[in-house]
C-alpha cells in the first residue's frame, strides 16, 4: 500500500511503481456518477484500493492518447486538457473525482470554462476577470453545455481506461514534485508493460 493517498502522492514523492496486477484490473473496473455540490456529478469506483487511485491518476495525467482513439471518439483538445488536470483521491474502500476540486479548484465551471474558451480563442478578459458581469452573464449562458463538457470528459476517461495502456509501470519525477504531468518512464517499466501488451496480443491471436 502506498503511504499517500490519491493526488497527495505526487507532490510527497519523486518516483512511482505501479503493480502490474493493479493495471491488469484497470481494464474491468466499471465507474459509477455520484453526486457533488461543486458540479453535478463526478465519478467513482466502489469498493477500489489506493493502488488503483493512483493509476488512475497516471492514466489521467501521462496515458498518450493517440490520434487512432481521437478520432475514433470525436474527441476535442480542450477533453484532453481537462484530462490531464484531472485529480482523483481515495477514502473509506472508493476512489473518487475530486468532488470539490475535480480539474484543480472548487470553481469546477470556471476551470472547464478555461480549457474550452482557449480552444475557441474567446477575449481572455471574458475568462479571468471574475468581477465583470460578463463572465457571470457567459456562465449562466453557457452552463449546460460546459456540465455536458464535464460529462463528456469522465465517459471519455473510461474508454482511456478499457482501450489505452499507460506506457509504464515505473516513473521517475523530470524535476519538482509539484508538476503532477512532469514524470519520466524507466525502461524496467515500459518493458513490464510491453510484456503485457504481448500477452494480450497473444491471446487475441488464439482467439
Known amino acids: 500500500m502506498y503511504n499517500n493517498i490519491g493526488s497527495h502522492y505526487f507532490f510527497s514523492n519523486d518516483s512511482i511503481k505501479l503493480d502490474l496486477e493493479d493495471i491488469k484490473a484497470i481494464k474491468s473496473l466499471k465507474s459509477i456518477r455520484v453526486e457533488s455540490s461543486y458540479i453535478d456529478n463526478v465519478m467513482l469506483w466502489e469498493n477500489s484500493t489506493n493502488n488503483i487511485c493512483l493509476i488512475l491518476n497516471v492514466y489521467a495525467r501521462l496515458c498518450e492518447i493517440p490520434e487512432s482513439f481521437i478520432k475514433k471518439h470525436k474527441i476535442k483538445p480542450y477533453h484532453i486538457s481537462l484530462i490531464r488536470r484531472m485529480y482523483f483521491d481515495y477514502d473509506n474502500q472508493d476512489t473518487y473525482l475530486n468532488f470539490k ?24 478578459n471574458l475568462k479571468y476577470d471574475e468581477d465583470d458581469d460578463l463572465i457571470d452573464k457567459w456562465y449562466e449562458d453557457n452552463e449546460i453545455n460546459l456540465v455536458n463538457i464535464h460529462n463528456r470528459v469522465m465517459s471519455i476517461f473510461d474508454l482511456m481506461l478499457k482501450e489505452l495502456m499507460i506506457e509504464s509501470t515505473e516513473y521517475l519525477s523530470r524535476q519538482t514534485h ?27 491471436i488464439i482467439k
Do not use: F
Not at 103 to 123: F, M, P, R, T
Not at 179 to 204: C, F, H, V, Y
Open 101 to 124: 476540486r475535480p480539474y484543480g479548484n472548487s470553481n469546477v465551471i470556471g476551470d472547464i470554462a478555461e480549457e474550452y474558451l482557449n480552444y475557441k480563442n474567446i477575449d481572455i
Open 178 to 204: 509539484c508538476d503532477l504531468n512532469n514524470w519520466q518512464p524507466t525502461e524496467l517499466g515500459k518493458s513490464e508493460i510491453m510484456k503485457i501488451n504481448r500477452k494480450a496480443k497473444l491471446k487475441r
